[in-house]
């Protein structure tokens, strides 16, 4: 078994760190967060992570996995996985500030004969800039590997421990298969291309699977005018082995830390460099206006929204995470509040801190059903499955008027109107009762 370093430990760093160590390797875990890493050294996940924890302290129990707030001397480990953020920058470029001061920290520690690996997802050419860094560090026999992550917040363990691919990117064929190495136990599919087309694979997927949610949330407006119902349209398409049924639910858009930055800096490396990221640039649109969609439903059913009560009912960007990286779900509850709406905001594991450091106007609430007393609309924001399972007559009978935006296409339709609501949803005009169907038959 090998011994790795994994420099950053958030969403991707700590459970890549935690899964190698599960799979055997010793693995040494630097963050320039010093809290983030007193947690870890606990054992204890910084993030929501279902299934992290428990990985965590296995790894620190046998003895395979620690984690430091400051880096050595001189990396015991020769292969060297880069795992922090890439945020968006001015223009939508990506910001790579972190990698350059990884690298150039990690470069001059380095023994010969090492490698850099980069998991984060970085501008097509970062690679050759690694290696350049590297060189000017007096690194001369050192190898660069891309190896471009595609777990999914929410059930990034599994998507780890059974990837559909490992991508790797390098002119170093040796140095590509030691990296192989540390996932044979897996016995997964390894791509292995040039570094550009690596770092391209992770900016294409992204935006592929971006493309798809703006497509299906483009039908589902146009099911909206024509009465048909986006639900039954993304399963009838999605048997189609040729299209598929994944990332075609029609909602309130995509966000999350990935898609939106990634989105953007792919159209902004393509329009830089001459190219006309025409598609890129409506996926983007057509996303920007799903939450006004949203907005738009629950202004037509209560009319001016100045002094309504709305409870918004989650602010993760999606079910099983913590993460409010642009979270659709905060967005929305932005633009309620401008437009004069009173804003209760309910999630499960989402801090209070973090919620109203992103929606200042908003209040937060752990309980649902008192946060909805008394309220005009309710709108469902995050698929949370602890939503599904709420005492949904109650909060209708304690509504000053029971108006349910089920912004996710998540609850039972029929279910809610039993229940008592006046049910609005996307692109589904008859899952909305009678009223609407008339209105589109007129
Ligand atoms: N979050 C995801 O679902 C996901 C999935 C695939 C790929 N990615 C990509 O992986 C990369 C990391 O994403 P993330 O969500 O894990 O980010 P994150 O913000 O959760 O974690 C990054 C960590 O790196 C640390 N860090 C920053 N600079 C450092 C330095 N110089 N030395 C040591 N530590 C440093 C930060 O303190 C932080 O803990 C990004 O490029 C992202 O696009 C993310």
Same mark, same amino acid.
């Given at each position: 078994?090998?011994?790795?370093?994994?420099?950053?430990?958030?969403?991707?760093?700590?459970?890549?760190?935690?899964?190698?160590?599960?799979?055997?390797?010793?693995? #040494?875990?630097?963050?320039?967060?010093?809290?983030?890493?007193?947690?870890?050294?606990?054992?204890?996940?910084?993030? #929501?992570?279902?299934?992290?924890?428990?990985?965590?302290?296995?790894?620190?129990?046998?003895?395979?996995?620690?984690?430091? &707030?400051?880096?050595?001397?001189?990396?015991?480990?020769?292969?060297?996985?880069?795992?922090?953020?890439?945020?968006?920058?001015?223009?939508?470029?990506?910001?790579?500030?972190?990698?350059?001061?990884?690298?150039? %920290?990690?470069?001059?520690? =380095?023994?010969?004969?090492?490698?850099?690996?980069?998991?984060?997802?970085?501008?097509?050419?970062?690679?050759?800039?690694?290696?350049?860094?590297?060189? $000017?560090?007096?690194?001369?026999?050192?190898?660069?590997?891309?190896?471009?992550?595609?777990?999914?917040?929410?059930?990034?363990?599994?998507?780890?421990?059974?990837?559909?691919?490992?991508?790797?990117?390098?002119?170093?064929?040796?140095?590509?298969?030691?990296? &192989?190495?540390?996932?044979?136990?897996?016995?997964?599919?390894?791509?292995?291309?040039?570094?550009?087309? &690596?770092?391209?694979?992770?900016?294409?997927?992204?935006?592929?699977?971006?493309?798809?949610?703006?497509?299906?949330?483009?039908?589902?407006?146009?099911?909206? %005018? !024509?009465? &048909?119902?986006?639900?039954?349209?993304?399963?009838?398409?999605?048997?189609?082995?040729?299209?598929?049924?994944?990332?075609?639910?029609?909602?309130?858009?995509?966000?999350?830390?990935?898609?939106?930055?990634?989105?953007?800096?792919?159209? #902004?490396?393509?329009?830089?460099?001459?190219?006309?990221?025409?598609?890129?640039?409506?996926?983007?649109?057509?996303?920007?206006?799903?939450?006004?969609?949203?907005?738009?439903?629950?202004?037509?059913? =209560?009319?001016?929204?100045?002094?309504?009560?709305?409870?918004?009912?989650?602010?993760?960007?999606?079910?099983? %995470?913590?993460?409010?990286?642009?979270?659709?779900?905060?967005?929305?509850?932005? !633009?309620?509040?401008?437009?004069?709406? #009173?804003?209760?905001?309910?999630?499960?594991?989402?801090?209070?801190?973090?919620?109203?450091?992103?929606?200042?106007?908003?209040?937060?609430? !752990?309980?649902?059903?008192?946060?909805?007393?008394?309220?005009?609309?309710?709108? =469902?924001?995050?698929?949370?499955?602890?939503?599904?399972?709420?005492?949904?007559?109650?909060?209708?009978?304690?509504?000053?008027?029971?108006?349910?935006?089920?912004?996710?296409?998540?609850?039972?339709?029929?279910?809610?109107?039993?229940?008592?609501?006046?049910?609005?949803?996307?692109? $589904?005009?008859?899952?909305?009762?009678?009223?609407?169907?008339? !209105?589109?038959?007129?």
């Amino acid at each position: 078994m090998t011994s790795i370093a994994v420099i950053g430990c958030g969403y991707v760093g700590a459970v890549s760190a935690a899964c190698f160590a599960e799979l055997g390797h010793t693995v #040494h875990c630097i963050d320039t967060d010093p809290s983030r890493v007193a947690l870890l050294q606990q054992g204890s996940s910084p993030i #929501h992570e279902p299934g992290l924890e428990e990985l965590l302290q296995r790894g620190i129990e046998a003895g395979r996995l620690t984690f430091a &707030a400051t880096y050595p001397d001189v990396f015991d480990a020769r292969i060297v996985f880069i795992a922090v953020n890439t945020p968006e920058a001015q223009e939508g470029a990506a910001d790579i500030r972190a990698v350059r001061d990884a690298v150039s %920290t990690v470069a001059a520690r =380095l023994r010969t004969g090492s490698i850099i690996v980069n998991k984060s997802t970085v501008p097509i050419g970062t690679g050759d800039l690694v290696a350049g860094m590297a060189e $000017r560090a007096g690194c001369r026999s050192i190898a660069v590997v891309s190896n471009p992550e595609f777990l999914r917040e929410g059930s990034a363990i599994r998507d780890f421990m059974e990837p559909d691919r490992v991508v790797l990117g390098s002119d170093d064929r040796d140095a590509m298969d030691r990296v &192989a190495a540390l996932y044979a136990p897996l016995n997964p599919v390894v791509q292995r291309v040039d570094i550009r087309t &690596a770092e391209m694979i992770k900016y294409a997927s992204n935006a592929f699977l971006a493309t798809k949610i703006s497509f299906i949330n483009e039908i589902a407006s146009i099911c909206e %005018t !024509l009465g &048909a119902d986006v639900e039954e349209v993304a399963r009838g398409m999605g048997m189609d082995t040729r299209i598929g049924g994944q990332f075609l639910k029609a909602g309130l858009g995509w966000g999350g830390s990935c898609f939106p930055k990634d989105v953007k800096a792919l159209a #902004h490396m393509a329009a830089v460099h001459g190219a006309h990221p025409q598609l890129l640039r409506s996926v983007m649109d057509i996303n920007h206006d799903q939450r006004l969609r949203a907005v738009q439903k629950v202004r037509q059913a =209560l009319g001016d929204l100045e002094g309504r009560h709305v409870t918004v009912l989650g602010a993760a960007f999606k079910a099983n %995470t913590d993460d409010l990286r642009n979270s659709p779900a905060i967005e929305l509850a932005n !633009l309620l509040h401008l437009e004069g709406a #009173h804003v209760t905001v309910v999630d499960p594991v989402v801090p209070a801190a973090r919620l109203l450091a992103l929606a200042p106007h908003a209040t937060f609430a !752990l309980d649902a059903v008192e946060a909805a007393a008394g309220a005009d609309a309710v709108v =469902l924001a995050t698929d949370w499955p602890e939503f599904r399972a709420l005492p949904w007559h109650a909060i209708a009978a304690h509504m000053e008027r029971a108006l349910l935006v089920d912004t996710r296409n998540y609850l039972d339709p029929a279910t809610m109107r039993a229940a008592g609501f006046e049910y609005r949803c996307m692109g $589904r005009p008859g899952a909305e009762g009678a009223a609407a169907s008339e !209105l589109i038959e007129a």
